[in-house]
């Protein structure tokens, strides 16, 4: 679907989130968060529960950059 990120990375602005743990982010939606202020911490993994710690220890790294293509469908 096209403009999927920018709306996922919308509904997230609307929510007021601070940040964002994920596993991946395309381009849009990086962009789209970054311009809201929003952090993004990519590469997350197992189970919401272990992400949040990760976060929470600070053992997941703020990303300065998508790291992935346009059309992946991850945000």
Partial sequence: VQGAGIQAAQYVMDLGAKAVITGHCGPSAFTT??????????EASGS???????????????SDHADVDAGFGSV
């Fill in 48 to 62: 919401v529960q272990e992400a949040l710690a990760a976060y929470k220890s600070g053992a997941l790294k703020k």
């Fill in 33 to 42: 968060l970054s311009e809201a202020k929003i952090d993004v911490y990519q």
